[in-house]
């Protein structure tokens, strides 16, 4: 695993991670099977849709080859700017059960929408896809028990500021993108 890979993880874990904190602050006492159902959840979504994206990118490798690197750069930048405008302009809670089978199912599959954008920007790397997602995947679960345990007590201005460093992450790893490939040519 390198660098890239593990901020990535950590930049797409943002939004589960902030759903998870305003689910422990809704539910103040959180059991754990409620935390390791959320944090399952979260985890399989964000480790399975990069996965998609990932296969739908390379489906169509060919006919983006000369403009690959402004593709990849612009997901990146527009999730991680999404992320923060969206942190800036919260809403309230995160309903009255977040633990229920049908809002875990909602909420993974919203909170991982911006992985499978991402995984289309992998498709357009040169990488290995298992250890990626495996790594986006656990880097989630950990970070999702930690975020719905210490809800409570971290408060909701946590929440905002975790989609936000997210956010930025995402940009810098796009804007990296773009400058290399700019640079060398690959």
Same mark, same amino acid.
């Given at each position: 695993?390198?660098?890239?890979?593990?901020?990535?993880?950590?930049?797409?874990?943002? &939004? %589960? @991670? %902030?759903?998870?904190?305003? !689910?422990?602050?809704?539910?103040? =006492?959180?059991?754990?099977?409620?935390?390791?159902?959320?944090?399952?959840?979260?985890?399989?979504?964000?480790?399975?849709?990069?996965?998609?994206?990932?296969?739908?990118?390379?489906?169509? %490798?060919? *006919?983006?080859?000369?403009?690959? =690197?402004?593709?990849?750069?612009? @997901?990146?930048?527009?999730?991680?700017?999404?992320?923060? =405008? &969206?942190?800036? =302009? %919260?809403?309230?809670? *995160?309903?009255?059960?977040?633990?229920?089978?049908?809002?875990?199912?909602?909420?993974? @599959?919203?909170? !991982?929408?911006?992985?499978?954008?991402?995984? $289309?920007?992998? !498709?357009? $790397?040169?990488? &290995?896809? @298992?250890?990626?997602?495996?790594?986006?995947? $656990?880097?989630?679960?950990?970070?999702?028990?930690?975020?719905?345990?210490?809800?409570?007590?971290?408060?909701?201005?946590?929440?905002?500021?975790?989609?936000?460093?997210?956010?930025?992450?995402?940009?810098?790893?796009?804007?990296?993108?773009?400058?290399?490939?700019?640079?060398?040519?690959?």
């Amino acid at each position: 695993m390198n660098i890239e890979t593990f901020l990535t993880a950590i930049a797409l874990a943002m &939004d %589960a @991670v %902030a759903v998870a904190i305003v !689910s422990g602050i809704a539910v103040r =006492h959180p059991t754990w099977g409620q935390t390791l159902r959320m944090s399952l959840t979260f985890g399989a979504f964000q480790a399975f849709m990069p996965w998609i994206g990932f296969l739908a990118g390379r489906a169509f %490798a060919g *006919a983006i080859d000369a403009w690959d =690197h402004w593709l990849a750069f612009g @997901v990146l930048a527009f999730i991680g700017a999404k992320m923060i =405008h &969206d942190a800036r =302009h %919260a809403g309230e809670g *995160a309903g009255t059960a977040p633990f229920s089978a049908t809002t875990l199912f909602t909420l993974g @599959v919203a909170t !991982s929408l911006d992985a499978l954008a991402v995984g $289309l920007s992998f !498709s357009l $790397l040169e990488f &290995d896809l @298992v250890p990626t997602v495996a790594t986006i995947g $656990l880097v989630t679960l950990g970070l999702c028990i930690a975020a719905v345990r210490l809800g409570a007590r971290l408060g909701r201005r946590a929440a905002q500021r975790a989609d936000i460093v997210g956010g930025v992450i995402l940009i810098a790893i796009g804007a990296k993108i773009l400058v290399e490939h700019l640079v060398t040519g690959t």
